[in-house]
């Protein structure tokens, strides 16, 4: 079973900078998509950006322009440069991993809070 461990959550100000870090282990050769999803209080979670193993990305319009998504194959480590960070930004994120195989589940990391003050 894929074990996901988020860091580099906090509170920062408008318009700062933040970035996060997953690194996955146990059975990490199954993995093909890594990526980040955040969750707003009252709201549904969302995808925000994710990177496959070759490393094409997919980022939501709403981070677009402001958020990075990369991976470190080697250290199994996918990261999320938050710039220009907005009071929307406001929620927990959470790391994903996308097995190759459908019949595999998705695993989820614990959340780390990112709060954006005005």
């Known amino acids: 079973q894929v074990q996901l461990v988020e860091s580099g959550g906090g509170l920062v100000q408008a318009g700062g900078s933040l970035r996060l870090s997953c690194a996955a282990s146990?059975?990490?050769?199954?993995?093909?998509?890594m990526g980040w999803y955040r969750q707003a209080p009252g709201k549904q979670r969302e995808l925000v950006a994710t990177?496959?193993?070759?490393?094409?990305?997919n980022i939501a319009d709403s981070v677009k322009g402001r958020f990075t998504v990369s991976r470190d194959s080697a250290k199994n480590t996918v990261y999320l440069q938050m710039n220009s960070l907005k009071v929307e930004d406001t929620a927990v994120y959470y790391c994903?991993?996308?097995?190759?195989?459908?019949?595999?589940?998705?695993?989820w990391g614990q959340g780390t809070q990112v709060t954006v003050s005005s």
């Open positions: 994903n991993a996308q097995p190759y195989s459908p019949r595999d589940v998705n695993y």
């Open positions: 146990r059975n990490t050769f199954i993995i093909n998509v």
């Open positions: 990177i496959t193993r070759m490393g094409i990305t």
